[in-house]
């Protein structure tokens, strides 16, 4: 099984400031990797598929990079409306695996 | 608009048996791999099982395998998942997402339904 680690557990950043989330494969996925936002009391949300590719719906200051085994979701100018935890997920073999998650807080 | 709507979520005793149901509506659903992924309470997500889109192949985690099977009804537009052997373990919000791709491994999760919860307890 592939384990995924995401750091940090919790990120504390002002608005307007940049956001940079980590997540780690025990061994490489390739680009086979997925980022979702999930707000309280709601599902998770697609945000980045193929480790770069943005999903409808999420605006230009989230961007995912990486290969291989470590992996980048970056949110360049943090609003209020992106408090949330995020997740990564790998999609190269089974069973699929998902980050313990990254909380962002202002 | 791709609507997923999970039900059959309830108290439940362990040992016992229950079907989760998501009825999917806004999209071709015979065409989609679909998955279930769980959250225990105040816990991250865990992956359950996938099936591809004509219920060809399945899939399972470690945690589930033999004890939980996913399965579909494409002329009916929905997706199960029959839990058995049920285990405090097993209490969790289950989520059904639709995949990106039609079968094999895919690239993301586009899709989530709002969740049944699943409390296993004596």
């Known amino acids: 099984e592939i384990v995924m680690t995401q750091s940090p557990a919790t990120l504390s950043v002002s608005p307007g400031e940049r956001a940079t989330l980590s997540c780690r494969a025990s061994q490489s996925v390739s680009k086979d990797l997925a980022w979702y936002q999930q707000k309280p009391g709601q599902a998770p949300r697609l945000v980045i598929s193929g480790a770069s590719t943005r999903a409808t719906g999420f605006p230009a200051r989230f961007s995912g990079s990486g290969s291989g085994t470590e992996f980048t979701l970056t949110i360049s100018s943090l609003q209020s409306e992106d408090v949330a935890v995020y997740y990564c997920q790998q999609f190269n073999n089974w069973p699929l695996t998902f980050g313990g998650g990254t909380k962002v807080e202002i | 608009q791709v609507q997923l709507l999970e039900s059959g979520g309830g108290v439940v005793q362990p040992g016992r048996s229950l079907r989760l149901s998501c009825a999917a509506s806004?999209?071709?659903?015979?065409?989609?791999?679909m998955q279930w992924v769980r959250q225990a309470p105040g816990k991250g997500l865990e992956w359950v099982a996938v099936i591809w889109f004509d219920g060809g192949n399945e899939y399972y985690a470690d945690s589930v395998r033999g004890r939980f099977t996913i399965s579909r009804d494409n002329s009916k537009n929905t997706l199960y998942l029959q839990m058995s052997s049920l285990r405090a373990e097993d209490t969790a919000v289950y989520y059904c997402?639709?995949?990106?791709?039609?079968?094999?491994?895919?690239?993301?999760?586009?899709?989530w339904g709002q969740g049944t919860l699943v409390t296993v307890s004596s």
């Open positions: 806004g999209f071709t659903f015979n065409t989609y791999g």
């Open positions: 997402a639709r995949s990106l791709a039609s079968y094999g491994l895919g690239s993301g999760l586009d899709s």
